[in-house]
């Protein structure tokens, strides 16, 4: 009986082939966004902010009780399912979308549906490898998901190329991309954990370390200076970049991340996840400073391939960090935190970054972010590297 596929346990590859189908589906979406948003909704880097803060302030609370569901229920694999399955059932909608009202609406309840499976789904993923591969296991996975948003830009990118303005056909072919991430949960197994209290599990931040708290406050302030790509994607237009050329910088934003994903995950497996993690927001601050400081083309790919390579160094090597400071069986309710926590630094940097953006220029955004991040990591010196054993 095959135990392992390509070096990780049979859950963690499945998770990651769902990961791969769903992002190729999404970032196909999302790489189109800022051309969708100019040419067809008249709408500007303010509306692109505040739509995708305000869908996913919605999903950061539903990531922290989705945590808790899943622990108290034991049903992390149903709860992970129902997650994907409403976000894949809003792709179809955006063919109807002439307003940026109408992606509002969708992108919230993708957003919802995203909430409702994140914590499930790391929980699951955490409880499906041991703590020594735990760096390795979660960086597969990343780079699964980073490799669906290589090929979701660039399908986007070949269909725009032949068909110009035909978003219709990118948001139809997200569809069914989608479908298959549904269809691979048949090969994923439910991992039921026994709990140390009887079952009582509570949905309070006191029944985790010191140190995890410590983390959630730090990731919060890091996730905050993170802008989301879809807007750092607008730095494209500014150049005078053409909208069906847009989708190949989200490309060598997507390829770097994929690269470095594995690696990253077995760098924190041997040396520790704390340097690696400052390693990443380190370079996620040089790819700012590429995009601020030289306005061509080339540096402008540079920096999205540097800031897709500190991506790698931190995404999956703070979900790791978590499950060593938390008890397996609070996971689901550690990894709702965590990524309510990730999810609301997101909103914030959403909504703020647009506003800049679009009312100073994208050097103050890029600016003030870039500060944040140099100060938050002195924040982050602090946390005790040590792993809890549990």
């Not at 302030?57 to 399912?81: E, M, Y």
């Amino acid at each position: 009986m095959i135990k392992k596929l390509f070096g990780v346990e049979k859950n963690i590859f499945f998770m990651g082939l769902v990961s791969f189908f769903n992002d190729f589906s999404n970032e196909m979406i999302v790489s189109v966004f800022p051309a969708f948003f100019s040419s067809v909704l008249k709408s500007g880097a303010a509306s692109l902010g505040l739509i995708e803060g305000i869908a996913d302030g919605f999903a950061n609370v539903t990531k922290i009780f989705s945590g808790h569901l899943a622990d108290k229920l034991q049903k992390r694999k149903l709860l992970a399912l129902i997650g994907y399955m409403l976000s894949v059932a809003t792709r179809p909608f955006y063919l109807a979308s002439s307003v940026a009202g109408h992606v509002l609406g969708i992108r919230v309840v993708d957003r919802i549906g995203k909430g409702i499976r994140e914590a499930p789904r790391d929980a699951l993923l955490s409880l499906s490898t041991t703590t020594e591969t735990m760096g390795r296991s979660f960086g597969f996975h990343r780079a699964m998901d980073s490799l669906g948003a290589i090929l979701g830009p660039l399908a986007a990118f070949f269909i725009l190329e032949a068909f110009p303005g035909a978003f219709n056909r990118v948001f139809l072919t997200a569809f069914f991309v989608g479908l298959l991430a549904l269809f691979t949960f048949i090969f994923i197994r439910e991992i039921h954990v026994i709990h140390k209290h009887g079952g009582n599990v509570h949905l309070r931040l006191n029944a985790h370390t010191k140190e995890f708290k410590r983390l959630l406050g730090i990731i919060f302030i890091l996730s905050l200076a993170n802008l989301p790509i879809a807007l750092l994607l607008l730095r494209t237009q500014d150049l005078g970049l053409k909208p069906n050329f847009i989708p190949l910088f989200y490309l060598f934003f997507s390829v770097s991340y994929t690269t470095f994903s594995v690696k990253a995950g077995q760098l924190s497996d041997r040396v520790g996840d704390k340097p690696v993690i400052l390693g990443g927001y380190l370079l996620i601050a040089l790819g700012y400073v590429f995009m601020i400081y030289d306005h061509t083309l080339v540096a402008l790919a540079v920096g999205f391939m540097t800031f897709g390579m500190g991506s790698a160094f931190t995404d999956g090597t703070q979900r790791s960090f978590a499950a060593r400071l938390t008890a397996p069986e609070e996971r689901g309710s550690a990894y709702g935190l965590l990524n309510a926590a990730i999810g609301l630094g997101l909103l914030c940097s959403g909504i703020g970054g647009g506003l800049l953006w679009e009312m100073f220029g994208a050097t103050t955004a890029l600016t003030v972010s870039l500060s944040l991040i140099l100060v938050s990591l002195i924040a982050f010196g602090l946390i005790d590297g040590k792993h809890t054993d549990h």
